[in-house]
């Protein structure tokens, strides 16, 4: 949760008061118990305030004198969901403020900080280094990665649990959630999903915040009121079962469990520690059932997964000539973007023989230089990297591909979120910025009241369909025309005298003008069309963005075009249904404002109904500004909405991208630009 750094607000100091209840309040939750008093000495009466005295050290030990507090703002999740929170910032030296526990929906969550100063407040749980490695990174800690069983007995499904390593078990390094009961596992090999969500670790941005500035505190290397809870972990992980055979030691392999044994009824699992590297293995493809793989085999994947990446960018971007690539592409792009994701690797061998040192070519640089000479690319060759300044999207290797099955992840399954290679349209969250290359159109509507029917009557729609200004133009001349209301001296001018007009498109009751006009008899033509657009209950103005290659609006009047072209395409698009929505079309604010004394700041938000993706377009910047970008949810732009700050005045940069997305940066009204820095005024 706390990968990017919080928004901790002013802080203020905690009453003593509100230490003691706050502090109580951890006790019950937590279910502490006071250390016994120490026995008196020989004679002696034991005192009776001993129960108090160990009270008030349990409350200064969870929250010191000193305590500090304050409201805190963060993003989590991939939809950066908006979270708000308490901090309390103590510290047990004058010198050292950290944060001690967060507060979240009225629960209170200890910091590493706390659980190394106050051992044995939650249960303790153990996974290997290489798992805690992956923990804070934010990844979930899966079943399979848990050492034991036995567990502690309050490690239930809710409670707040820490988890250390294999190798430093009495320190802990992570602060999570139990998903499940880990309590009652009798096993854990084998047993598939999420054990603990992670909340909090040893090198996240609130481990790294302190009132002082200075980076975070490193952990001590062992903690022995931690080794008693930690006591059983030799005894766990001597339970795990290893054969030693000896023919498998006669063909110079390693011994392997029986669980890891490789037969075609037990298909390999790939490593299930963390969240989002649990792949199934079920209908593996018969030629990547076996965990070997010759050279020949892995060189052919590759350039398999390479020609798959092409066609995704095909699929994706079918009216982007340059197919949503911005070339020159480093070779680490490719590697990681057209390559990497579309090999086949189902099992933990696979994955081990996938890899780019394990080719014929040995390196990224060895393998684009071989594209090349396969005419599948252009590139440049340099001193120590090859740079790709072209693709042939028209050879027949690619339009010709058949994808195959990828490995899905569960975090996929869960979400229901599509893998590479399956189809997206239907608001699956693809990897790729489908937005570069788009067609957009946004049009005004208009949805005209019931009391306009007689001007629809000869309209092939009627008042229940959305229309554009012209058919209501339109509509208006043929009914003037049809009561034949064109003054005969001049055929610009219309007669007022028709009752509907007079009284339906006039309010001379309330209108003091509209009673002069009918009293001078007529009125031009086009004032009386505007007239009737402009008025909101007559017809109510409405709005709808759409890509040509993708999406039909629902309800719009047969007869309603603009500049020409039909809107709702052709029988053979798949497309799908885009409703209208109300008001004038919205607008993409490109924002100036000055930040940290004299510096300039673009702000740009607003995307969301353009189908652009903040974070394509931050990572865009980042790379055509040099220059650091961020994105953020914008409060004022309701749920989902995200605003991309890149520091410098980059209104430039901005319009070329947002061009590249099919925003017409013209004078259209698309874009509004708003300049806020000192003594600029606005714009």
Partial sequence: MFKKKPLIKTLSPLRSSDRRKTADRIIEDYKIQ???????????????????????????????????????????????????????????????????????DKRLYPSVY?????????????????????????????????????????????????????????????????????????????????????????????????????????????????????????????????????????????????????????????????????IPVENVDENYAEEGMSTKEIDSAFRQAFIYGVYQQLQTHRNDPKKGLVFPLSQSFVMSTLVQPYLPAFTPGQTRSLQIKQTSWKSARKFIIYLHKEQLLLSKEGKNEAA????????????????????????????????KGEDTANGGESSIDDSVGQTLRVLTLYKPSNSLTPLFSSSRSGTSAYHTSSTIRTALTNYITSNSLLLASNKRMVSLSNPFIANTLLSPDSNRNDAELLAKGSMPRDVLAQRLLENPKLCAPYHAISREDHGIISGLAEDATEGGKEDNGGPDDQKFQIKPRPGAPPKITIMYETRSGNKTATRVHGLEPFRIHARFLADELRKSCASSTSVEPFRAGGKGAMEVMVQGPQQDAVNKALAKRGVDVGNNGWVDFVNKTKGKGKK
């Fill in 388 to 419: 790709v300044l072209d693709i042939d999207f028209d050879d027949r290797v690619f339009k010709e591909f058949q994808p195959y099955r990828l490995p899905k992840k569960d975090s996929e399954e869960a979400s229901g979120a599509p893998s």
């Fill in 114 to 278: 706390t659980l190394w100063k106050n051992p044995r407040i939650v249960p303790l749980l153990h996974t290997p280094k290489a798992v805690v490695s992956k923990l804070k990174g934010g990844a979930d800690l899966m079943t399979p990665g848990l050492a034991g069983p036995p567990f502690p007995t309050n490690a239930t499904k809710g409670a707040i649990v820490a988890v250390a390593s294999i190798e430093k078990p009495s320190v802990p390094a992570v602060v999570g959630t139990c998903l499940v009961d880990v309590s009652s596992l009798k096993q854990t090999q084998g047993v598939k999903g999420q054990a603990v969500q992670t909340f909090h670790w040893e090198g996240d941005e609130l481990w790294n915040w302190s009132t002082s500035g200075r980076s975070g505190a490193g952990a001590p290397d062992g903690i022995p009121e931690w080794t008693n809870q930690a006591g059983h972990l030799a005894e766990r992980m001597n339970s795990l079962d290893v054969d030693d055979e000896d023919e498998e030691e006669a063909d110079g392999g390693v011994a392997l469990s029986k669980a890891d044994q490789v037969t075609h009824n037990n298909p390999p699992q790939r490593n299930t520690f963390v969240a989002g590297e649990d």
């Fill in 34 to 104: 006071l250390s016994p008093p120490p026995e008196p000495a020989q004679g002696a009466e034991p005192t009776k305030d001993a129960p108090t005295t160990a009270l008030t050290a349990l409350r200064k030990s969870l929250l010191p004198e000193s305590c500090l507090t304050a409201k805190f703002t963060t993003t989590s999740g991939p939809d950066l969901a908006e979270v708000n929170g308490t901090v309390y910032v103590g510290g047990h030296s004058p010198s050292e403020q950290r944060v001690l526990w967060i507060e979240i």
